[in-house]
């Protein structure tokens, strides 16, 4: 949708505070129609997102009913004012959900921890346990894909055994928690090797550490930050007229 990971990054931050912030059905109006415009110029991920929101929708009727239970309970309000805000709360939180789930399969992990990396780089703060915490980012959003494709892997030679036909839930349960350790501990063991290879090539002598490719920001770039906040604050303020 827009070309800078940084700039695109605040305007979905950017979105979600503002919805959050919104208390009228004009408002939540309009940033409806600024979702429908981030569906359309992310079509090519809406199959991957409608996925991803499916299990959340099942669960937002308990929500309503949850929400109805202890408000009539715990307040004083109407059975109309306690429908009409349980139904607002769980619009603005399919609105916030759906716009960040575009955001991230629209930018690769990866890509976060760089844009991260590079502000930080600029900052110039000796302080390793950023670095570190950097590192576990990265190893974690490096390894865990590979933790997932082992599995899933395991699961599709079990089943073609026929070792998986007519399970219970809890049998499947019993092998994931015999199957699954053994998978950690080779995950564990291949972080090692690659935290001792870094600390032979040198990690945590120089702090901060630079960035291969980092993600440069220009004046112009702050320039579209900033018109993204005016945009925002112009919504609001025509909301609340």
């Known amino acids: 949708m827009i070309k800078h990971p940084l700039v695109n990054l605040w305007f979905y931050l950017s979105y979600s505070f ?3 912030l919104s208390t009228t059905y004009f408002g939540l109006g309009i940033h409806f129609l600024i979702f429908l415009a981030i569906i359309w110029l992310n079509n090519k991920y809406f199959i991957q997102v409608l996925q991803r929101l499916k299990p959340i929708v099942y669960y937002f009727p ?26 607002f709360g769980c619009l603005k939180l399919f609105l916030m959900m759906g716009a960040m789930m575009f955001f991230f399969e629209s930018t690769q992990s990866q890509d976060i921890v760089i844009i991260a990396r590079s502000i930080w780089v600029r900052l110039n703060k000796p302080w390793k346990w950023v670095e570190d915490f950097f590192l576990f ?3 974690t959003l490096r390894f865990y894909p590979t933790f997932q494709s082992n599995w899933q892997s395991l699961r599709n030679t079990r089943k073609s055994l026929g070792l998986e036909t007519d399970l219970s839930y809890l049998e499947q349960v019993k092998i994931a ?18 935290a001792m290879a870094m600390k032979l090539r040198g990690y945590g002598k120089r702090v901060p ?11 112009v770039h702050l320039i579209q930050i900033i018109f993204i906040f005016f945009v925002y604050w112009a919504l609001h303020t025509i909301a609340t007229i």
């Not at 928690?177 to 972080?191: N, V």
């Open 18 to 20: 503002s919805l959050l």
């Open 62 to 87: 308990v929500m309503i009913i949850l929400y109805f239970i202890f408000s009539l309970f715990l307040t004083d309000n109407t059975l109309g004012i306690i429908l009409n805000e349980a139904i």
């Open 137 to 139: 980012l990265d190893m």
């Open 177 to 194: 928690a015999r199957e699954m350790p053994g998978l950690l501990i080779y995950q564990l063991r291949r972080a090692d090797d690659v």
């Open 209 to 219: 550490r630079g960035v291969t490719y980092p993600t440069i920001f220009k004046t």
